[in-house]
């Protein structure tokens, strides 16, 4: 039978709680498979309440085991339960004390969500709503409590109990030698979805971290045992992003200890609880031989990222779940932030860019686009998504250029000041920066309504004689479902006039729009700016630092790109320009391969790509990035309709050969300066491997007749992850001689790291052959794969269904079959991640029409499936829509 789509929640139908919870106590006795939890609440009538109005609490699940109101057993009358609701009839007007006795089993939580098992270890989930699957409650962000939690667990089992908060007491329990406990208090009030609880047997290591206040703060990451010297690099950056958060948003932390624990089990990245962040073991743990740069930078922002949220989260935390940008886009904007300023600032923000346009702008042009702040949603943990956390952060980082540093900083010291303690709305954020600057920012507000991303286009016209350039600019936003019209929106363009002189020109004024310093500030759907005392036709850089998350159309040459590409001096652009040179040149080259014909690179792109590879000036990071060409999804992107995923990999392909060929003597060289010595995990370190891996990565396209030997040699030589999983890809991608052998190497070496495994998968998966559909099958049968590992199965199937577009996307849709019987079967384990993995179909009306019907009937055969979780059927009607 077909599952009903769940009730939509509005927005505009938010309304407080009728009652608050103030006080939670709970007892937690653990067991693999009945835990018996006891929850005393502390609950108060709000004074808008008439006396006598029902209590209606959330429950997930749940067997009911005892209920009593100030101590005495309620009547079976005066109550009702299900296993998802409880609900008192006529509670106490006056506060009152409810205690819940509920059996919960974490062994059979298969979706990790609530209380469940990693290897043995007792953890918790409660974002969004997971705390309902441990005990009735009012399980909403608004509600905040002051907690105490006991946990009790055999000693054996479980040597180790976290809570949030402090740790109060602990010891073994009266009676039962077997069993310990501990007690932890948290005394900052908080929502049931910052709750947590860890119990285990695990290693860990210890460090101490002194607050500006001189506050002494005990750290400590907990890790499988045999784990722990791999611990370095996330403490490291734990007690950075501690004094980083100090220095420049005057944030400090405030309890005695901050406690990180590493699961191998879990849905997302990292969740932020108070006092007890808990990851995803993938953004704790790393050393050279398992963990590559990326994973490095990755965990380096990830444990940022967690504990910024201790203030933009937990002290000050949502009212609702449609207020999740709040918390999301903001926190990512500070962990970029850190990372800027830890890293090389414009190779952050490339990187940045490339993952806002690879994930969240398909995202925002199809059928799951949706606003930064979501007015429905039918599950709120379909909104985790790239536009809620990364176009999120968008919007807070043009807040900033509008109100300037100054003001921004400003804005957030009230922000931080007026809400600390509250659960609050982007409305009241955006007041705090109005106040401060004394701007209007209802117009700006419309980032957080509207979805789709706006597409500016610029014309411009040079007028010698009256030494004027001019400007015409329109901003549109294609229709999307449920949203037929769009309305402009406050847009800030960053950018400057180069001259011949490969300089920033001056003018005298501008007429047409607001100028503020460097920036040009649009709001209407069409303008006509024109700058006077503009000596020469300028070289125009538009959007610098990628000032606003828009498409931009302004026809250029490409003598004028290739010129930017040289000398633009803001490096976002700079890098954008050649990027762009690039899409030109490879979008020829895809409507070349449809039409059958040769497939000739530019030579002007060659030429530009050249003098970066030899331009010893630059920073190697940002070489590296200029380097990579625009990926197969960023293509068909461009394209936009009637997609060919295949033409797209023969462009691909052509101009990475013929880059390689006309540079080989330079990549040669660029080869041969690879850096030996002790292995360092830094920018800078990691920048030169980045360089000489794409050079080789050119190298292995070449038609040198060596190219498969220095692979393989590189391959195994490597002496750190990086370079290793570098060459392995080579081989392995461009199916050359030693693929086979290096692939049974790499497993045999990494056999006992799970991580390093999970690369070895997805380096399969995502290879661009015509046998990887077989060879991924295969892989899911393998004894090292386990379907309820989520991060094992986004590994194979989700890196296949994202990461290899040609594959997927095959003529004869049997890569979409394969995606869709995952997602079926792992929907009725964890409808989390089969929800997630369903994405990857959101842009199935881009393809051309055979692979589109294709597309749709895996969707339609997901749709008709039977008990489809609320989850996966909220993505698949969007789709099909
Ligand atoms: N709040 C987490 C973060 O972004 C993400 C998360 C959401 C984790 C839901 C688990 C469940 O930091
Ligand atoms: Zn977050």
């Not at 907990?222 to 010297?229: A, L, S, T």
């Not at 420049?248 to 962040?277: H, P, Q, R």
């Not at 033409?647 to 691909?652: D, E």
């Amino acid at each position: 039978m077909r599952s009903d789509t769940a009730p939509a929640i509005r927005l505009e139908d938010y309304s407080p709680a009728p009652y608050t919870i103030e006080a939670v106590a709970l007892d937690m006795q653990l067991a693999p498979k009945a835990t018996q939890v006891h929850a005393r609440l502390t609950i108060r009538r709000l004074t808008d309440t008439l006396p006598g109005t029902p209590l209606v609490l959330d429950g997930g699940g749940l067997e009911l085991t005892s209920l009593s109101v100030n101590g005495v057993a309620i009547p079976v009358e005066s109550y009702t339960v299900t296993p998802d609701k409880l609900e008192l009839l006529s509670p106490p007007s006056e506060p009152f004390e409810l205690e819940i006795g509920t059996r919960i089993d974490p062994d059979a939580n298969t979706q990790l969500e609530g209380l469940y098992r990693s290897s043995g270890t007792y953890c918790t989930q409660c974002e969004a709503e997971g705390f309902r699957r441990i005990t009735y409650f009012l399980d909403r962000p608004d509600v905040l409590a002051v907690y105490t939690t006991r946990i009790e667990a055999r000693k054996s089992e479980a040597p180790i109990l976290l809570g949030n908060g402090n740790p109060v007491e602990s010891g073994p329990v009266p009676d039962k030698p077997e069993r310990h406990f501990a007690i932890w208090h948290d005394p900052h009030p908080k929502p049931s979805y910052l709750f947590a609880m860890v119990a285990g047997d695990l290693a860990h290591v210890a460090d101490s971290f002194t607050t500006r206040s001189g506050r002494n703060v005990d750290l400590k990451i907990y890790v499988e045992h045999g784990r722990e010297d791999k611990c370095d690099w996330a403490m490291d950056s734990l007690k950075r992003s501690m004094r980083w958060d100090e220095e420049v948003f005057g944030c400090e932390y405030d309890l005695d200890v901050f406690n990180i624990v590493a699961v191998s089990d879990f849905n997302m990245g990292a969740m932020e609880n108070k006092g007890l962040n808990i990851f995803n073991d993938k953004y704790v743990l790393a050393d050279q031989d398992t963990a590559t740069d990326q994973d490095y930078a990755n965990i380096e922002a990830v444990i940022a990222h967690e504990y910024f949220h201790n203030w933009t989260g937990n002290r000050i935390t949502c009212r609702d779940w449609f207020q999740l940008c709040l918390k999301e886009g903001l926190t990512v904007f500070r962990d970029q932030e850190f990372s800027s300023d830890m890293r090389s600032r414009a190779v952050k923000r490339i990187s940045d860019v490339r993952l806002l346009k690879s994930h969240q702008f398909p995202e925002d042009a199809g059928p799951l686009a949706h606003p930064v702040r979501p007015r429905k949603y039918t599950e709120i943990n379909n909104f985790y998504t790239a536009t809620v956390y990364e176009k999120g952060a968008e919007v807070v980082r043009m807040l900033k250029t509008l109100v300037g540093a100054d003001g921004f900083k400003a804005g957030t010291d009230l922000y931080f000041q007026r809400h600390d303690g509250e659960a609050t709305t982007i409305e009241a954020f955006l007041a705090c920066f109005a106040e401060v600057s004394g701007q209007d920012l209802s117009h700006f507000a419309l980032w957080y309504e509207q979805a789709g991303t706006p597409l500016v286009e610029v014309e411009s016209s040079y007028d010698a004689t009256a030494q004027s350039l001019t400007l015409q600019i329109s901003q549109e936003i294609a229709p999307l479902p449920g949203q037929a019209d769009s309305k402009p929106a406050v847009i800030p363009i960053r950018f400057g006039l180069i001259g011949s002189d490969g300089a920033d020109m001056s003018f005298d004024k501008v007429e047409g729009a607001e100028v503020r310093q460097d920036c040009l500030i649009l709001s209407q759907r069409r303008q006509t700016v024109r700058f006077s005392g503009v000596s020469e036709r300028p070289a125009l850089s538009l959007l610098r630092g990628f000032s606003a998350p828009v498409k931009l159309h302004a026809p250029e040459k490409d003598q004028d790109l290739a010129f930017r590409a040289a000398h633009d001096s803001d490096p976002f652009n700079r890098w954008q320009a050649s990027q762009t040179l690039a899409t030109q040149s490879l979008l020829r080259l895809v409507r070349a391969a449809e039409a059958g014909e040769e497939l000739v690179a530019d030579s002007v792109v060659l030429d530009v790509f050249g003098s970066i590879l030899s331009d010893g000036s630059l920073d190697p990071a940002f070489r590296a990035l200029s380097l990579q060409l625009p990926g197969e999804a960023d293509l068909a992107r461009e394209i936009g309709k009637n997609v060919d995923p295949t033409a797209v990999l023969k462009a691909r392909d052509a101009l990475r050969a013929a880059l390689g060929s006309t540079h080989m003597d330079l990549l040669r060289a660029a080869l041969s300066q690879r850096e030996s010595g002790p292995f360092d995990p830094g920018a800078e370190a990691a920048g030169k491997r980045a360089l000489a891996n794409q050079a080789l990565a050119y190298f292995a396209a070449s038609d040198a007749s060596d190219a498969a030997l220095i692979v393989n040699d590189l391959f195994d030589r490597a002496d750190n992850m990086t370079d290793r999983l570098a060459a392995l890809t080579l081989l392995v991608h461009g199916d050359l001689p030693g693929a086979q052998a290096a692939l049974e190497a790499f497993r045999n070496r990494h056999e006992t790291s799970s991580l390093a495994l999970d690369k070895w998968f997805m380096v399969q998966a995502t290879a661009p052959l015509s046998s990887t559909l077989e060879t991924v099958r295969d892989l899911a049968g393998h004894r090292l794969f386990d379907e309820n590992n989520p991060n094992r199965v986004r590994s194979l199937v989700h890196a296949f269904a994202t990461g290899n577009p040609s594959q997927f996307g095959r003529p004869d849709g049997a890569g979409f079959s394969f995606v869709a019987d995952h997602v079926l079967a792992l929907d009725a384990r964890n409808p989390q991640v089969a929800a997630r993995l369903l994405t990857c179909f959101r842009s199935w009306r881009a393809y051309e029409a055979q692979r589109s019907s294709h597309a749709e009937a895996a969707l339609q055969r997901i749709s008709e499936a039977e008990n489809l979780s609320r989850d996966s059927r909220d993505i698949v009607d969007r789709c099909l829509q």
